[in-house]
């Protein structure tokens, strides 16, 4: 009997577990390199992370049309993966339903780069469990990574703000500094610790 592709991985990947929401840019694949590329680029000079630590890079002086450069066809395809969230990741789809949760929509030169980069970088999330968004506030989980505390504020499950540049004076949710600590977290929900 034919079963379509949805029909496996249903087959394949009974409901039961936890859901973990799990957002990309900031979290697992980092911008920031990036974006000091294209300053230097633009400037001449590379900006010490004292200048920009605590905001974005494009919010530096005469920066703004940075920002830009996200609306590029190729700006997301070739980002550096967060060190060690491939491990990380890997283990919390043993443990959890790892959904890779993304506002791409805001960006939709975006929507393959970041197809791609996921199938290339983290296959055992699959492309049935990509979410390409614009409002997070629809995800329903238990769980969400994200770099942005807006998309925390409404979110109806626990919250885990990831830490970036941008987010580094938010103090309302449970922060994770890196991916060792997001393993810690994951543990200690699971009772493990």
Not at 11 to 18: A, L, T
């Amino acid at each position: 009997m034919f079963k379509t592709p949805l029909e496996e991985f249903m087959n394949e990947n009974p409901v039961g577990k936890k859901r973990i929401a799990l957002d990309m840019d900031e979290v697992i694949a980092d911008v920031t390199p990036k974006f000091l590329d294209l300053y230097e680029r633009d400037f001449g000079e590379r900006p010490p992370r004292e200048v920009w630590w605590g905001k974005k890079i494009y919010q530096l002086p005469n920066a703004a049309h940075i920002r830009g450069y996200l609306q590029e066809p190729g700006f997301f395809a070739d980002l550096p993966v967060m060190e060690g969230s491939q491990e990380v990741v890997k283990w919390l789809t043993e443990h959890f339903d790892v959904y890779a949760v993304t506002a791409a929509t805001e960006f939709r030169n975006s929507l393959i780069d970041k197809l791609d980069w996921l199938d290339r970088h983290f296959p055992f999330i699959g492309w049935q469990r990509l979410v390409l968004c614009g409002d997070k506030r629809i995800i329903q989980a238990d769980y969400m990574i994200d770099d942005h505390a807006w998309n925390l504020e409404h979110f109806k499950g626990k919250g885990l703000l990831f830490t970036a540049s941008h987010n580094v004076d938010e103090e309302r949710f449970p922060r994770a500094e890196n991916w060792g600590e997001v393993r810690a977290f994951f543990e200690g929900e699971l009772g493990l610790k």
